[in-house]
């Protein structure tokens, strides 16, 4: 995984309430076990009509708006577990999701695969979505190291919560293996010392 630290970056805003994994990625296209090509259908009921033609009235389609962070409602992820979400937003570009609310399964999905589910007050997800919609060349910072959001333009912000396991992974760039062979010395040092008291 690559590290994240800090990025800055414009959004793209879906102002819609309880979107399920299933509208992140229809279950036609989880036959696949690799990760590659997920993106391609990221919310694509949403993002194409029936006839295979863009939707250009849905958010991700709008060229008015970019980035790699996108603002959601709330209760962002739920219904079933699958990974194949966390891989179609990766694959899109998206390092950062906003809402006020996460399902539990996604928001672990999405941290093991180095995508940050930023969770904030209703009150601060509101003015991100208005301030999007209204100026899509606004920039938010996400600070994983000081655990802050910040909207640059009013220059507010607010900080956030993440497992301190997970920060220090996404920080690293380290999967739950690569955390393991990190501390390899330690772990090393400490079985020798297991069989000098034998």
């Known amino acids: 995984m690559e590290k994240f630290i800090k990025i800055t970056s414009k959004a793209i805003p879906l102002a819609i309430e309880n979107v399920d994994t299933d509208?992140?990625?229809?279950?036609?296209?989880l036959k696949a076990t690799d990760k590659k090509g997920f993106g391609d259908n990221v919310f694509r009921d949403w993002r194409f009509?029936?006839?295979g033609e863009l939707n250009t009235e849905f958010s991700l389609n709008n060229?008015?708006?970019?980035?790699?962070?996108?603002?959601?409602?709330d209760n962002f992820g739920c219904g079933s577990s699958r990974e194949?979400?966390?891989?179609a937003?990766?694959?899109y570009g998206f390092k950062v999701i906003v809402s006020s609310f996460?399902?539990?399964?996604?928001?672990?999905n999405a941290l093991n695969n180095g995508l940050l589910p930023l969770q904030v007050s209703p009150t601060f997800l509101a003015v991100l979505?208005?301030?999007?919609q209204d100026n899509p060349a606004t920039e938010i910072e996400v600070d994983l190291e000081n655990q802050t959001i910040s909207l640059l333009e009013k220059s507010?912000?607010?900080?956030?919560?993440i497992d301190s396991y997970k920060k220090t992974c996404m920080i690293n760039g380290y999967d739950d293996i690569d955390y393991l062979l990190s501390k390899k010395e330690m772990i090393e040092a400490f079985e020798a010392q297991r069989i000098q008291l034998k």
């Open 84 to 87: 194949h979400a966390a891989w």
């Open 156 to 161: 507010i912000s607010e900080s956030f919560e």
């Open 63 to 73: 060229t008015s708006y970019s980035g790699n962070i996108l603002i959601a409602g």
């Open 129 to 132: 979505m208005k301030s999007v």
């Open 102 to 108: 996460f399902a539990d399964i996604f928001k672990g």
């Open 49 to 51: 009509d029936k006839n």
């Open 89 to 91: 937003l990766v694959g």
């Open 23 to 29: 509208q992140i990625i229809p279950a036609r296209f």
